[in-house]
């Protein structure tokens, strides 16, 4: 049973630029979410997708959008990147209707930005 | 605002103590308490979650302690190994099937480490 999934593990980009990450939720969750943890900090929740529509957004700015597929995998967009976007983006799944709200993670997607 | 208070920030014991680290949080909305274990370069892992219906949860070496009054709750490792040097991080969140209760809110981490 694959856990959560997310590609590419690492990547620098220029400020400026517009980056693309990708998740493949754990086998069974429809539910993704998106969370930035910068270095020597705690996660922060950036939004969430269910059904294909955003379904709660966190104190983060219109740079960032998101997708999600009927497959239930998602994207996260980040336009017009500042150094400040540097940091390790996290993809989280989850089962809407199923009690325990197990929430897991993925492995992380470390952005750069130069 | 930050929702979840967690110290301490940092906490060296020595192999087989039993390291602490406390939360507290604000929202009396919460009501689903994960403890995250996070090694270098990885994603957090899922150790340990309590609900506040019960006061004290274990698996294996891990413990958690929760007081609804107060609105604490704790972590503890028993028999502490140096393979459980990580940084920890408490979460809250919202059950039910409303949108948005798989917001995680975090702590600020706490970096443990085990001394032989």
């Known amino acids: 049973d694959a856990g959560v999934t997310q590609s590419p593990t690492h990547l620098i980009k220029t400020r400026g630029q517009q980056v693309t990450l990708r998740c493949s939720p754990k086998s069974g969750h429809d539910t993704v979410s998106w969370y930035q943890q910068a270095l020597g900090q705690g996660p922060q929740f950036i939004f969430q997708?269910?059904?294909?529509?955003?379904?709660q957004r966190g104190n983060f700015p219109d740079r960032f959008s998101g997708h999600q597929f009927p497959n239930y995998s998602s994207e996260l967009n980040v336009n017009a990147l500042l150094l400040g976007d540097s940091a390790l983006y996290l993809c989280a799944s989850s089962s809407r209707g199923v009690s325990g709200n197990t929430i897991y993670f993925g492995e992380g997607s470390w952005l750069t930005v130069v | 605002q930050q929702q979840v208070k967690q110290s301490p920030q940092s906490l060296i014991v020595q192999k087989g103590g039993i390291p602490i680290i406390n939360c507290a949080y604000e929202n009396t909305a919460f009501d689903y308490f994960p403890w995250y274990q996070q090694f270098p370069g990885k994603g957090p892992a899922l150790l340990i979650a309590i609900r506040p219906d019960v006061s004290e949860k274990k698996e294996g070496r891990f413990t958690i302690s929760f007081n609804k009054s107060a609105k604490q709750f704790s972590l503890h490792i028993m028999d502490s190994q140096p393979g459980d040097s990580a940084t920890y991080f408490c979460?809250?969140?919202?059950?039910?099937?409303?949108?948005?209760?798989?917001?995680?809110?975090f702590g600020t981490g706490t970096r443990l480490t085990i001394i032989p």
């Open positions: 997708y269910y059904e294909e529509e955003e379904r």
């Open positions: 979460a809250a969140s919202k059950s039910g099937s409303g949108f948005g209760n798989e917001k995680l809110t």
